[in-house]
Antibody, heavy 121, light 107 residues
Framework: QVQLVESGGGVVQPGRSLRFSCAAS????????MHWVRQAPGKGLEWVAV????????YYADSVKGRFTISRDNSKNTLYLQMNSLRADDTAVYHC??????????????WGQGTLVTVSS | DIQMTQSPSSLSAFVGDRVTITCQAS??????LNWYQQKPGKAPKLLIY???KLETVVPSRFNGSGSGTDFTFTISSLQPEDIATYFC?????????FGQGTKLESK
């Protein structure tokens, strides 16, 4: 069955960097677009970024553009999110999610449980 | 960005009740709308895509309708396992945006 497992969250000081991963299994990872979506404590869902199946196309929310980088390693079935210049309002649970298509179609059919990032001094 | 206005923000209902949630887009999104269910501490689960298409293995008591700017999500007969928060999401344009969520509680 499809599984997405995030790891690498934690507590980080404002201005610092963090990278976390999403390990995929149960499907052909290299055939699907992948997303990051975050959820601040007690809040709703906010789409963060998407990457196409081969990594050539990437799109970001304005709130993270220039600070976050989405990437993937299809040989390792792993999705990444590099977060730089972290701010308090980046505090959230970060979910990876699979797109129904190879690109950024926008139907997120499987999600991981998420990893919590807390930005605090 | 397209704004998604979801209502109500919370809802209490009895098992067996019909439950309706609405989602309004700030501009025409055709039928590019999804509905998700999220239980506490769990990953969101896709229930409906393309406004009205039921995802595989989702029970038929869940239904979605609408197009353009106004959408409706219905549970025809609420079951205990349906207690969760529900979100709509548009995918007509990047950035994809979500409604604020509807927290469904049991009376």
């Amino acid at each position: 069955q499809v599984q997405l497992v995030e790891s690498g969250g934690g507590v980080v000081q404002p201005g610092r960097s963090l990278r976390f991963s999403c390990a995929a299994s149960g499907f052909t990872f290299s055939s699907y677009g992948m997303h990051w979506v975050r959820q601040a404590p007690g809040k709703g869902l906010e789409w963060v970024a998407v990457i196409s199946y081969d990594g050539t196309n990437k799109y970001y929310a304005d709130s993270v553009k220039g600070r976050f980088t989405i990437s993937r390693d299809n040989s390792k079935n792993t999705l990444y999110l590099q977060m730089n210049s972290l701010r308090a309002d980046d505090t959230a649970v970060y979910h990876c999610a699979r797109d129904l298509t190879a690109g950024s179609g926008g139907v997120l059919d499987y999600w991981g449980q998420g990893t919590l990032v807390t930005v605090s001094s | 960005d397209i704004q998604m206005t979801q209502s109500p923000s919370s809802l209490s209902a009895f098992v067996g009740d019909r439950v309706t949630i609405t989602c309004q887009a700030s501009q025409d999104i055709s039928d590019y709308l999804n509905w998700y269910q999220q239980k506490p501490g769990k990953a969101p689960k896709l229930l409906i895509y393309d406004a009205s298409k039921l995802e595989t293995v989702v029970p038929s008591r869940f239904n979605g309708s609408g197009s353009g700017t106004d959408f409706t999500f219905t549970i025809s007969s609420l079951q205990p396992e349906d207690i969760a928060t529900y979100f709509c999401q548009q995918y007509d344009n990047l950035p994809y945006t979500f409604g604020q969520g509807t927290k469904l509680e049991s009376k």
